[in-house]
């Protein structure tokens, strides 16, 4: 077994409003091996982005607090570092893509700007080596002319290859910990297995992990190695990919599991799991699924569930659902 | 580009001509006679009214009235009703004493403004911000000519130097220095006062335009990548935030004019706020008109030197 | 697996109990207004200059008003506040209604109390006046390059309108007979197209005369265009120096200076909501065209041109005040805050009192309508909604 990369112990981020507590993330613990790839799935408002900026401190404070919890990276607390210290890691260790290629880079810069002054935060180059190795990192992205386009502001370039600029600004410092918060979301579809197929090909010849964020089912089955189901805040499954797609053990990754479309279950109406995402400051009592759970029982609304061990590291947190 | 210039010069003529007839129209169809121009002064018979008339195309109907004044005015031969000077030497003569008071005014606005409102932008909700904004709300409310009396209360009182007019009057024979330091008051609180207002608005506008785009996501992936706060706010965001500002410094232009009414009139400065003041008064039309004629072409070229430096900095726009 | 069959019902009813209290609108703006306390104050200060100049002007006015700001008494000029009068030099009328000249008396022994009173209400009404011409001219004009923008004018609507505003000129210069007959000649002819336009519909448009000249939205907009560049304060000036001076004149010409930033944000707002889905919805529905512009389109467009409208106010306060002090105000005897100060200056270091108290009370009701609508735009921003 690796040794892990990063483990997020019970982790909780609460959003301080005018006379409400939004709990955004509420004790969430998951691990990230070497070279793996981890993925954070759940619907929109779930925590998910949260917690992901949380690792790098990049969440808004006010209004947003960290109330307990622990992020180890190689064995040091990041939530106990000093803004400084934090700086050496955010970039050089562990790197960000964020979702909107668009609005994620700076308007006024250009491309060959911004990679420059990544890599120079944390490493002091020469001019000439710093050109080469902006020109390589483009290359490595699948960026064609990579010279030219240093000059390029972002809104010259295709929301595919501002992605891949994004994704070349996170692998310039060669971190050992890539988040992306789901990175293909604002892409056509076709971009999108184009961008997946690079991060997979980058991180197979990197020996880097990955954390991935997503809401799509579909990514997750195509790249990661273990999977976190997350809903209102909690991690309500966890296990390898294979597992979770073939026996999953909490209904509302099953309702998530239905909802995709299906070649065998063609012609069929496509299920959706009825209501939305819970407001964080406003969650139901007991399991928070239970008000959308098609399984619920009376115990489900008081009894906030334990997780409870499948075998082989796959857990999930509904006692109801038998195997 | 070049399409752009063209288009746009044309716009702003044709804006130009209409901004003229409108004056024209609203200072010769308001009631009252253009030729009462001192109705009290008792050298001013019938016969004299009449030549008066003749002699400015009075009696002529109203489009001749106006094609003779543009025609005098772009052939630089209009003169004043009252004292049949050239209007445009005087006019010329009262911009060189309102330049300098223009001039101070202006740089302290802009200097002191951007430091104040990007200071309370990146802590806001500090002690810091909330006090200037306090203050800044204060100082626009304040009405200009009770702030200034205050500010000539306190300058006069506590550090006993004069500061109405331009230049004390009988300081020819003293020292080349003592000059200089007079002329230096005499600048500074009227510029100050023209200021205040300006450093409060602008320093307002710039907090805010700070705070949107310290919201913006790539100033979180500036900060993802490790680079030191000072980065991330004086090179990240700032340069986002200062676009707008680019399409303000075009307007400054108009300022010569617009502002520049009460404070000159209350520190007796002859400037040209206040010769448009005194034409008012006296019903001395060829000023009014070419001093409104003058600010309608400072605004118009400003408004078209603002667009032209957007499409320098913003490199999203291309023609 | 198979599809599972949800009890939706159920899981609907759970669900609404468990999201957030239901608040409305009006309660939720409130909730947050209140959250910045100089906002408060400045509704606060503004709720009491309202009483204040609405009993001034019952105090002040009438033939035997309570208070007299008129009243000249020349043998207690310059009284600093708060000095109780000579009750002997003094004949009964004369002596101050509260026994005391509370704010002391001006350069005539008129009363500043009184004074002040009778000025409140100028500034109330030429504030609420002439922002209320603004608004309506701004939102009018905004409105309707917002919402017809697109429409073009035609040649033969330009001739119309050539045709009648030449009638006008004529009657208005006298020439009754040729005036009449220009009218006439263009009531006939508008009737005629409008007749015309009904009888062949829309989309024949032949000949010169229909041709399409300049878009609506042009026409608006180059008109703010102008009145732009006029600087404001010395148009103002100006207008008012040429007309009578009365304090109507000083609202109307206010007013119709300053409706152009209006105006535009109107046109831009109502631009991007005509766009929007539920305005295509009422059109497919077909809502006429005013009733999707007052019930549909005005509502979403009205809270900021509120806030505009708000520090609009104190603008028109302070340039009243400043026309007053150039001596081009309310003509006297009508006392307002700006002539106060503006008489007073004479005397500024025997009396400072007649510069400091309508001046303060000029910056107090001026700050109080800043923050106010300060406080009202960062409780309609939704962004910061958001965050809270």
Redo the contacts between chains.
């Keep these: 077994m690796k040794q892990h990369l990063l483990s997020v112990r019970d982790l909780k981020v609460y959003f301080r409003?005018?006379d409400?507590v939004a709990r955004a993330v509420d004790g969430v613990s998951f691990d990230i091996r070497k070279g793996e790839t981890v993925c954070l799935v759940g619907e929109s408002g779930c925590g998910k982005t949260v917690s992901a900026l949380t690792i790098?401190d990049?969440i808004p404070k006010p209004?947003g607090e960290v109330m307990a919890g622990r992020v180890l990276f190689k064995g040091t607390d990041l939530l106990g570092l000093t803004?400084p210290e934090m700086?050496?890691?955010?970039?050089?260790q562990i790197?960000?893509v964020?979702q909107?290629p668009l609005?994620?880079?700076?308007?006024?810069?250009t491309i060959g700007d911004q990679i420059r002054?990544?890599i120079l935060?944390?490493e002091p180059v020469s001019p000439d080596e710093l050109n080469r190795r902006c020109i390589r990192l483009l290359r490595d992205v699948g960026i064609p002319s990579p010279e030219e386009r240093l000059k390029d502001?972002p809104?010259q370039l295709s929301g595919g290859q501002r992605q891949r600029v994004?994704i070349a600004?996170a692998l310039a410092c060669g971190p050992d910990l890539v988040i992306a918060d789901e990175p293909t979301t604002a892409l056509d579809v076709t971009v999108q297995a184009q961008i997946l197929n690079l991060m997979q090909s980058i991180q197979e010849s990197s020996e880097m992990s990955v954390l991935y964020i997503t809401h799509d089912l579909g990514v997750v089955a195509n790249i990661a190695d273990r999977v976190y189901v997350m809903y209102a805040g909690i991690i309500v499954e966890q296990g390898t990919t294979e597992e979770i797609f073939s026996s999953p053990g909490h209904p509302y990754t099953?309702g998530l599991?239905?909802s995709l479309p299906s070649r065998s279950r063609r012609g069929?109406?496509l299920?959706s799991?009825?209501?939305?995402v819970?407001?964080p400051?406003?969650?139901?009592s007991g399991c928070p699924f239970?008000?959308?759970c098609?399984t619920a029982v009376d115990a489900c609304k008081v009894r906030f569930p334990e997780m409870i061990d499948h075998g082989a590291g796959h857990l999930s947190r509904c006692p109801v659902v038998k195997q | 580009m070049l399409s752009f210039i063209a288009r746009s010069i044309i716009q702003k003529t044709i804006t130009l001509f209409f901004v003229s007839v409108v004056s024209f129209l609203i200072i010769h169809l308001a009631p009252g006679e253009p030729s009462q121009v001192d109705p009290l002064n008792p050298k001013f018979t019938p016969e004299m009214l009449e030549r008066f008339r003749q002699e400015f195309h009075l009696n002529e109907p109203l489009y001749a009235q106006y094609i003779h004044f543009y025609k005098d005015l772009f052939t630089g031969r209009i003169v004043s009703w009252k004292d049949n000077r050239s209007v445009l030497a005087k006019i010329w003569e009262r911009f060189l004493n309102s330049l300098p008071l223009f001039v101070v005014g202006t740089l302290l606005t802009w200097t002191l403004s951007f430091p104040v409102g990007i200071r309370s932008a990146i802590y806001r909700g500090g002690l810091y911000d909330r006090s200037v904004t306090f203050l800044a709300y204060l100082l626009i409310s304040i009405p200009g000519f009770f702030f200034a009396y205050i500010l000539i209360i306190l300058v006069v009182t506590t550090l006993h130097v004069p500061v109405i007019g331009m230049e004390t009057f009988g300081l020819d024979t003293s020292s080349w220095g003592c000059m200089l330091m007079d002329r230096v008051w005499h600048l500074l609180i009227p510029s100050i006062l023209g200021a205040t207002g300006g450093i409060a608005v602008l320093s307002r506008y710039v907090r805010s335009q700070m705070l949107e785009v310290e919201g913006q996501d790539y100033v979180r992936t500036a900060k993802a990548k490790g680079l030191p706060p000072d980065v991330v706010h004086y090179k990240h965001a700032l340069r986002n935030a200062l676009l707008p500002f680019v399409t303000m410094f075009g307007l400054i232009l108009p300022g010569l004019i617009g502002g520049s009414v009460i404070i000159e009139s209350i520190f007796s400065w002859p400037g040209m706020g206040r010769m448009a003041y005194e034409a008012i008064l006296a019903r001395d039309y060829p000023i009014i008109l070419t001093v409104n004629f003058i600010s309608a072409v400072l605004v118009l070229a400003g408004t078209f030197v603002s667009d032209l430096l957007y499409l320098v900095v913003d490199p999203r726009i291309r023609l | 697996m198979r599809n599972t069959q949800y009890p939706i019902t159920d899981t609907q009813q759970a669900l609404e109990a468990l999201s957030a209290p239901k608040k409305t609108r009006l309660h939720e703006l409130w909730a947050l207004f209140r959250e910045n306390r100089l906002a408060v104050i400045g509704l606060v200060i503004f709720v009491l200059f309202l009483l204040t100049a609405v009993s001034g002007v019952i105090l002040t006015s009438g033939q035997n008003p309570v208070f007299d700001p008129a009243m000249v008494r020349l043998q207690e000029k310059l009284l600093p506040p708060f000095t109780r009068p000579h009750l002997k030099a003094l004949q009964p009328a004369q002596v101050p209604t509260l026994g005391i000249y509370l704010f002391g008396t001006d350069n005539l022994g008129r009363d500043v109390f009184s004074r002040m009173l009778q000025g409140a209400w100028v500034s109330l009404t030429v504030g609420f006046v002439a922002v209320g011409i603004s608004v309506l001219v701004g939102v009018f004009m905004g409105g309707i390059a917002g919402y017809f923008g697109h429409e073009s004018i035609c040649l033969d609507h330009i001739l119309a309108i050539l045709v009648l505003s030449a009638g006008a000129i004529f009657l208005f210069m006298g020439w009754i007979g040729t005036g009449a007959a220009c009218m006439a000649a263009g009531f006939i002819y508008t009737a005629v197209c409008l007749f015309a336009r009904t009888r062949t519909g829309q989309a024949q448009r032949r000949g010169i005369f229909r041709m399409r000249a300049i878009s609506v939205d042009t026409v608006i907009m180059r008109m703010v265009d102008i009145m732009l560049c006029f600087p404001s304060f010395f148009l103002i000036l100006t207008v008012v120096a040429l007309v009578p001076a009365s304090m109507y004149n000083i609202m109307i010409v206010i007013g119709l200076t300053s409706w152009m930033g209006t105006a535009r944000f109107v046109r831009a707002e109502f631009l991007s909501l005509r766009e929007q889905d539920f305005v295509t919805a009422a059109k497919a529905l077909g809502v006429g065209n005013f009733r999707i512009i007052f019930r549909h389109m005005m509502p979403n467009a009205v809270a900021p041109v509120l806030v505009s409208a708000t520090i609009g106010i104190a603008t028109a306060i302070l340039t009243e005040a400043g026309l007053s002090f150039l001596g081009f105000g309310v003509p006297p005897p009508h006392a307002t805050w700006g002539n106060i100060l503006s008489d007073g200056k004479g005397f500024i270091f025997d009396a400072p009192w007649l510069t400091f108290i309508p001046g303060v009370a000029i910056l107090i009701v001026v700050l109080c309508f800043n923050l106010f609508g300060e406080g009202l735009r960062d409780a309609m921003n939704p962004k910061l909604r958001e965050r809270g």
């Design positions: 409003g005018r409400t790098l990049l209004p803004e700086r050496k890691i955010r970039g050089k790197a960000m964020f909107e609005t994620s880079l700076n308007p006024v810069f002054e990544a935060v944390h502001y809104h994004m600004m099953k599991l239905a069929e109406q299920h799991i009825p209501g939305t819970p407001n400051a406003y969650k139901p239970h008000p959308r098609p």
